[in-house]
C-alpha cells in the first residue's frame, strides 16, 4: 500500500518491496535511487556554477571525514549510520582518522 513505511526505514525507496530478502532486487533499487541522487547532485553542481564532481559516496565521506575532525562520539554515528553494530562504525570511520595519528607523529617528532 502507498504510503506506508512496511520495513520501518528512513528513506520510502524500498517500501514497495515485499520483502527485503529479495537481494538482486533490493541491490537494483538501491543502485537506481543512487543513480537518480548522482544525477540530482550534478544538476545542483551546474545550477550553482560549481565544476566539482559530486556524488552520495563523496558526500558520504565528506560527512564521515568532517565527524572525525570534529570528534563526533561514534555511539552517535553509530545511531546516524543505523549501524547495529559499534564495530562496524568503528571499522567505518578508521577510514577517516587521520588527524588523531597525525598529530602523534608530531607528538613523537616534536614538531
Known amino acids: 500500500m ?3 513505511n512496511p520495513h520501518n526505514l528512513v528513506f520510502p525507496l524500498l517500501e514497495n ?3 527485503l530478502d529479495d537481494r538482486y532486487e533490493l541491490r537494483r533499487k538501491i543502485a537506481y535511487a543512487g543513480q537518480r ?3 540530482a547532485m550534478e544538476k545542483i553542481m551546474e545550477m550553482i556554477g560549481s565544476t566539482k564532481n ?3 559516496h563523496k ?3 565528506a560527512f564521515a571525514q568532517r565527524a572525525e575532525e570534529k570528534e563526533i562520539h561514534p555511539k552517535v554515528l553509530q545511531k546516524m549510520y543505523r549501524h547495529e553494530s559499534i564495530l562496524t562504525t568503528m571499522k567505518y570511520q578508521s577510514n577517516f582518522s587521520f588527524k588523531k595519528a597525525d598529530d602523534a607523529i ?3 617528532l616534536d614538531f
Open 106 to 108: 608530531d607528538a613523537v
Open 37 to 39: 541522487l548522482n544525477k
Open 2 to 4: 502507498p504510503g506506508t
Open 59 to 61: 558526500a558520504r565521506h
Open 17 to 19: 518491496l515485499p520483502s
Open 54 to 56: 559530486a556524488s552520495q
